[in-house]
């Protein structure tokens, strides 16, 4: 796992937009992963802005709440439609569908577009609790698709997008980790004092299925961006005097979990 702290949200949004762009343009047919959430819009309307061609990219996304229609605001799709897909000229996306009430036939579904589309790069944000996609902590990190009841901290930290509390729903489509962990490459990004938590155990802690992010640790290309505050709590930075705004790194493996100092592979961080 490489580490990367840049000092704000901009400088993070920009590395990772570079970062996804190169990956685009490595391959005459790409797959994305993509996420939601606050983290990438960031991401999404540099892409909006900047309009590259994505014919031959074809994208997946990660989950998608059960029970709201694709049309309803809080959707996922309505989300990747209104900040991405009405935008650019993706080949294909896809998105589970939150309508369909058969939940076994839904994931298998889901399963099929994931084997015929691996992610040549997976963007991942990272929940207060650690989650990744909607997997939980307690998770099982060799589910694929599945259907996860949301703890009371995502339907609180998600409760800003509704109207009332009440609205949000309990229960959602998620990749699972063993998909996630099939990416050729992930990159996750995460800023703010509310993350600083959870990036904490995921560099530092053991690889465990209660911090469900622990796992990318075991996997071989691995970029986590993250600025100033959501780093706040890492050993490295407390150490430094200066703080490590503007490029402090490290590798991290496994549960030996050793820091190395220097810049990683990390790959269009520079
Ligand atoms: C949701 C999504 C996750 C996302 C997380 C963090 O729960 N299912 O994929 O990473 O929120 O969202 P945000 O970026 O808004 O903090």
């Known amino acids: 796992m490489s580490l990367y702290v840049v000092s704000d949200k901009e400088e993070l949004t920009k590395l ?7 990956v685009i343009h490595s391959k005459k047919e790409v797959t994305l992963g993509l996420a939601t959430g606050s983290s990438p819009e960031g991401i999404y309307e540099m892409f909006r802005k900047s309009r590259p061609d994505v014919s031959h990219v074809t994208t997946v996304n990660l989950d998608e709440y059960i029970g709201l229609p694709a049309d309803h605001e809080q959707s996922y799709a309505y989300f990747m439609k ?4 009405d935008h650019l000229n993706f080949k294909e996306t896809h998105i589970p569908d939150g309508m369909n009430p058969d939940h076994e ?3 298998a579904r889901y399963d099929a577009i994931l084997a015929a589309n691996v992610p040549d790069l997976q963007l991942l944000g990272i929940g207060n ?3 990744i996609a909607f997997n939980e902590p307690v998770t099982d990190f060799e589910l694929r698709t599945h259907v996860e009841e949301l703890t009371q901290d995502t339907i609180d930290a998600n409760s800003r997008f509704f109207e009332t509390p009440d ?5 959602a489509y998620t990749m699972g980790i063993k998909s996630i962990m099939e ?3 992930i990159l996750l990004i995460a800023m703010g004092t509310s993350k600083a938590e ?4 995921m560099v530092e802690g053991p690889v465990t ?4 992010a622990s796992i990318l640790k075991n996997h071989p290309n691995v970029t986590v961006l993250v600025d100033r505050e959501a780093a706040s709590l890492l050993e490295a930075v407390q150490n430094s005097s200066g703080g490590c705004g503007g490029g402090c790194c490290g590798d991290h493996h496994g549960s030996d979990n050793h820091s190395s100092g220097g810049c990683g592979s990390g790959g269009g961080c520079g």
């Open 82 to 85: 209104t900040q991405l897909f």
């Open 16 to 22: 990772a937009y570079h970062m996804i762009l190169g």
């Open 198 to 201: 959870a990036i904490k155990a």
């Open 209 to 212: 299925e209660a911090m469900p």
């Open 183 to 185: 990416a050729e490459q």
């Open 167 to 171: 609205e949000v729903p309990t229960s």
């Open 105 to 107: 036939a839904e994931c």
């Open 129 to 131: 609790n650690g989650h």
